[in-house]
């Protein structure tokens, strides 16, 4: 069983930045890759980035690369995004999600993905 608890959402204005972290619990951490997700209102979930158990490979939806940096420390059990260069197209509930390594590192569709947290909302301002 593994629990997930983000933290780090807020209100800031276009151009700005945030970090979340996702805090796992469980001795299996490292034997999950991790997600990033987003739902804004009235839309469905969408794929932000993903890290691959071992922090060896990321990946990230088109719209955000070279914006987002995801990364992950084993041994903390924790999954970080730093979002720089905001905009008010990234406002949404932000999931982290777990899917195990055998699965693959990540899904599009979100299916394969075993654990996910509660969400923490990033507003941006324009």
């Known amino acids: 069983q593994v629990q997930l608890v983000e933290s780090g959402g807020g209100l800031v204005q276009a151009g700005g930045s945030l970090r979340l972290s996702c805090a796992a619990s469980?001795?299996?951490?490292?034997?999950?890759?991790m997600s990033w997700f987003r739902q804004a209102p009235g839309k469905e979930r969408e794929f932000v980035a993903a890290i691959s158990w071992n922090g060896g490979s990321t990946y990230y939806v088109g719209s955000v690369k070279g914006r987002f940096t995801i990364s992950r420390d084993n041994a903390k059990n924790t999954v970080h995004l730093q979002m720089n260069s905001l905009k008010p197209e990234d406002t949404a509930v932000y999931y982290c999600a777990a899917r195990p390594m055998y699965r693959g590192s990540y899904a599009y569709s979100g299916d394969g993905y075993d654990y996910w947290g509660q969400g923490t909302q990033v507003t941006v301002s324009s």
């Open positions: 469980g001795r299996t951490f490292s034997t999950y890759a």
